[in-house]
């Protein structure tokens, strides 16, 4: 079979365990196919030819000996270049972690290569996951597969352009204020923020500790639940994380969502959004309404200030994250490159710093050590921590009422390269919609929704009660079995 690359998990587990096809033959499929693509795409900051070869055939190994580590055994995916993976260069897409290779697996990453999933690589994000476009990446910009004049979304941009081009059967995401699910929807791919805790934080270079979460970046929502069986779960290196047991997911996938309540908040309709996205959000609501579920307007009163909460609390917990790349234990230093420049201690951190960080991670270091200041913190910090409690019960409120709630992802569809790189506060607007979420702690999915006139991608947003993965999977799984927009592909 030709095109493997463009098998689900789902299907190429299949076809693995029937032996019809080995997972040499997708995972070198795969690296064809990014051979192929990636001069347009810029998907992957590292490509892992070699190691890839060698795991495939393990894994293949494994499977003539009948003893395969567990259904995904031989699966290639990529994860995101913010995940530590044990001797494969780890830059967060900064030049500050330029030659940055650790010695030790994040969980999640070790837990797909312990069931013998095959790492295909590295993918491109906005520098330290601060922005909405990989544009603030200090290697490359990545495309839109959808129309390359155009941004994936981001700061996942990398990982969600390389599901939706096909370089990949599945990859790894990481979201603090919507960096899974605005590139999934930008790029027309599945991508679930899973509740705060479900699935390990260990070994992912943190942006804000107490918002950041992980999760797959996948070509149906079957996949989210299939990947989500092998990544969830308590972890005794991240005490955050949640000791409920797991839930097998693919089993939710089945349910009925005829009697279900949904929530439309009406905070996420109206200014700032682009008719033809609002266009297909109402269809997918429609859509619901016509198979028996109940459609309720609910109100989160709290919600239009969660943008302010966020650019204060994010980077203040940012400038305490990045405070330890100070020039002597990591990455990139002065003092190795230009020692002879160096006066003194201060001189190395202000140096190395000043060259090795981007202006987005400047811009938040900037903003999280003000509002953390003396005299600042009462007035900031404080505040949008209380105001956060309030944004957090909002949501708890309107899931007394309603199962679930479903809004737009982004206001728009993916916009041009360069397009808002000079007004920050615009590309912080394109978070409107994911930004709430995530100090509500609560699941989210993005599953692809329908196109724009232009051909481009928009997504809707499902979320769910905390811990409710498993309502979310049942309602984005009757949507995508009534349709096929998960299935057009892009023409690169
Ligand atoms: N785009 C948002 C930001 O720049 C969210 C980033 C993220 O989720 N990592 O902060």
């Not at 960080?357 to 953390?372: Q, S």
């Amino acid at each position: 079979m030709t095109d493997l690359y463009k098998l689900t998990i789902s299907e190429a587990a299949k076809k693995l365990k029937t032996g019809e096809i080995t997972s040499l033959d997708l995972t070198q499929s795969c690296l064809d196919r990014i051979a192929e693509v990636e001069p347009k795409i810029q998907a992957f900051i590292t490509i892992c030819n070699q190691s890839a070869i060698s795991q495939a055939k393990e894994s293949d190994r494994r499977r003539t000996e009948n003893k395969p580590l567990s259904d995904l055994d031989g699966v290639p995916f990529a994860a995101k270049d913010l995940f530590c993976t044990k001797g494969v260069l780890t830059t967060a897409a900064s030049k500050i972690l330029n030659d940055f290779v650790p010695d030790f697996e994040s969980t999640v990453t070790k837990k797909l290569l312990d069931a013998g999933c095959v790492l295909l690589g590295k993918t491109n994000l906005d520098q330290f996951a601060m922005g909405s476009s990989t544009e603030t990446s200090a290697y490359k910009t990545t495309k839109n597969p959808w129309d390359l004049a155009r941004v994936p979304g981001g700061s996942s941009g990398g990982s969600a352009a390389a599901v939706a081009a096909d370089e990949c059967i599945f990859s790894l995401g990481t979201d603090t204020g919507g960096s899974i699910r605005q590139p999934a929807s930008l790029c027309s791919v599945v991508g679930l923020k899973p509740t705060y805790g479900r699935v390990s934080r260990y070994g992912v270079i943190a942006m804000a500790s107490s918002l950041d979460t992980i999760g797959p970046i996948t070509k149906t929502v079957e996949d989210a639940a299939i990947v989500m069986n092998v990544i969830a779960g308590i972890d005794d290196k991240d005490s955050t994380t949640l000791p409920n047991k797991t839930p097998n997911y693919k089993k939710s996938l089945a349910g009925d969502i005829s009697g279900l309540k949904i929530g439309v908040p009406k905070e996420f309709f109206g200014q700032g959004m682009n008719s033809e996205v609002e266009k297909i959000v109402q269809s997918a609501i429609d859509f619901y309404r016509r198979n028996g579920a109940e459609i309720v307007e609910v109100s989160l009163p709290h919600v239009k200030y969660a943008l302010s909460v966020y650019y204060i609390i994010m980077p203040a917990e940012v400038a305490s994250n990045l405070a330890r790349f100070d020039g002597i234990r990591y990455g990139y230093s002065k003092i190795k490159n230009q020692k002879s420049a160096i006066k003194n201690l201060e001189d190395v951190y202000i140096s190395s710093r000043t060259e090795g960080f981007g202006d987005e991670a400047k811009r938040r270091i900037i903003l999280g050590n003000y509002v953390l200041s003396s005299g600042y913190y009462d007035a900031y910090y404080k505040k949008a921590q209380q105001v956060r409690t309030l944004v957090k019960k909002d949501f708890e409120k309107a899931f007394e009422k309603v199962d679930i709630l479903i809004t737009p992802v982004s206001p728009t569809a993916a916009f041009k390269i360069g397009e808002k790189t000079d007004d920050p506060m615009q590309m912080y607007l394109s978070d409107i919609h994911t930004v709430p979420i995530n100090p509500a702690g609560v699941p989210a999915i993005s599953i692809p929704a329908g196109f724009t006139l232009d051909n481009l991608p928009v997504g809707i947003q499902i979320i769910g009660p905390h811990l409710a993965e498993e309502s979310i999977f049942k309602v984005a799984n009757a949507f995508q079995q009534a349709t096929d927009f998960h299935q057009r592909k892009p023409k690169i």
